[in-house]
């Protein structure tokens, strides 16, 4: 071997050591960093004797990443759901203040029982009318809570499409830059970080799949195969339902003009933040506001008056809780849509708006000026019929609407508190739920950081290496520059 090409392999060398050290230096720069990955230089034997970094490539664990962007997905889309219901059991969970609409039922149940025992007591009568005033706020309240909760589900929903389009815009960027780079031979793993971590922004929102084709170009499908991006981002759009009334659904997102949420979605999401605030929206608190309505309905129907005449020819109109449609009753075991939401005390009985409280005790309520809703027709100040029938329909059963997904006969005791367990019983699932694909997500993460991120000791080992290597081409250099001083000192 002659020194010139002895000289030409130990710059190669020193160039080759250079490059890796670059390369170790990009992962020790980089060691926090969660979504970067390990970075290797690949050296190859260069035509002459010499060395040369081929490529830089990055480790990948292409299944670990497909799992870890599920678990991704499964966490959000449970985590929105647990969000609300946290909403939605503070309408029920107030031990203190006993605010929920079985705690307020109790409540009133006890203060007629005990204006039946004193009915000639006014105080009584007016303590009953507080208690009725008092489960009419928690319902309208809690409707309240359902209506604040549907609302800011609508608006994270458009959020959330908004970001999906954002990352989509990012990822054509960035995917086009791989590309070139891939077809140019250029060093893109950064690049493909890049893009992984858009991806994984992706799957928060939204459950993915993603293909690799040629050039390490990529394409990404929801869950469900709709197309986001194929050679170019696709539009996803919603429009935010700027009025949501009571039991109606909201508007769909399209991904690719394709319908993804909602009961009339041709391909649903099947996870995803998206697919939580979805469900939020137009299952759960859909649902918990029929069983409040279902209340609110109940408490129309027990509480109503009837024509005591001994020929009874007037129907039955609302007494001590009334509403809109009011002298007509509602539909008996059909849902009135947002019923809780305008069930009132009936003005006749209630002091604060000028009506007699004994009219609780007496009847007449429906229609002071009507004599046959009058049940105390004697006057008698004992009078107690009245008050221990309400008494007894509270505790006696009552048909449910079906859709309200509880009993459907059951007294109105029981048919609350079974509402504010399935509040609970769906709160709990859902956080279990949650934690386990919270966990599910972080060991998955774990895993890979463990398999493709950076380890500071094995990087420093190589650093120590790639010195050695260097120092050794350095000098082999500085023996060959003084075999040349020499031998042109000899020539000369």
Request: charged fraction near 20%; glycine fraction near 8%.
């Amino acid at each position: 071997m002659s020194l010139t090409t002895g000289l030409s392999i130990a710059r190669s060398a020193l160039f080759a050591a250079g490059d890796q050290t670059a390369v170790v230096s990009r992962n020790v720069a980089n060691a926090g960093n969660p979504l970067f990955s390990r970075k290797s230089a690949n050296v190859v034997t260069a035509p002459g004797g010499g060395v040369r970094v081929a490529s830089v490539t990055r480790a990948s664990e292409p299944a670990l990443v497909r799992r870890l962007l599920a678990a991704t997905s499964d966490a959000s889309s449970q985590k929105a759901l647990v969000d609300a219901l946290d909403e939605l059991e503070q309408t029920i969970n107030d031990p203190e203040l006993d605010a929920s609409p079985a705690a307020r039922l109790a409540k009133l149940s006890d203060a007629i029982q005990n204006y039946a025992a004193q009915p000639q007591s006014d105080l009584a009568g007016q303590a009953a009318v507080r208690a009725a005033g008092d489960l009419v706020r928690a319902l309208n309240s809690a409707t309240e809570t359902v209506n604040r909760v549907r609302r800011q589900a609508d608006a994270d929903i458009a959020s959330s499409v908004d970001r999906i389009a954002t990352l989509l815009a990012r990822f054509e960027v960035v995917n086009g830059q791989i590309v070139n780079g891939t077809r140019a031979g250029s060093d893109v793993t950064d690049l493909l970080d890049t893009r992984d971590q858009i991806v994984a922004s992706m799957s928060e929102e939204v459950g993915v799949r993603t293909i690799i084709r040629a050039d390490d170009d990529m394409a990404i499908y929801t869950d469900s195969g709709v197309p986001l991006f194929d050679r170019t981002a696709r539009a996803i759009t919603f429009g935010a339902t700027l009025s949501l009334a009571p039991g109606a659904l909201g508007n769909a997102v399209y991904a690719d003009g394709v319908p993804v949420t909602g009961s009339g979605a041709t391909m649903p999401i099947a996870s995803g933040r998206l697919k939580g605030l979805t469900a939020v929206r137009d299952e759960a608190t859909v649902l918990y506001q029929y069983q409040l309505d279902e209340m609110a309905r109940s408490l129309i129907e027990i509480f109503a008056e009837s024509d005591q005449s001994a020929v009874p020819s007037l129907p039955d109109a609302p007494g001590l809780f009334t509403y809109a449609g009011a002298p007509a009753m509602p539909a008996p075991a059909t849902i009135v849509d947002g019923l809780a939401g305008s069930i009132s005390i009936n003005p006749n009985v209630d002091p604060d708006q000028g009506g007699l409280v004994t009219r609780l005790r007496d009847g007449g309520i429906a229609d002071p000026l009507v004599a046959n809703y009058i049940y105390n027709t004697s006057g008698g100040v004992g009078f107690s019929d009245r008050l221990e029938q309400m008494q007894d329909r509270l505790f006696a059963a009552q048909a449910f609407d079906p859709a309200a997904g509880l009993e459907t006969s059951a007294t109105l005791v029981k048919f609350t508190s079974s509402s504010a367990a399935w509040v609970e019983d769906v709160r709990k699932s859902s956080a279990d739920e949650y934690e386990y694909r919270n966990t599910l997500m972080q060991r998955s993460s774990e895993t890979l950081s463990k398999l493709t991120g950076i380890n500071l000791d094995e990087e420093m080992t190589t650093m120590l290496e790639l010195e050695r290597s260097y120092q050794a081409a350095s000098k082999l250099i500085s023996s060959i520059d003084s075999m040349l001083a020499a031998l042109l000192v000899a020539i000369g």
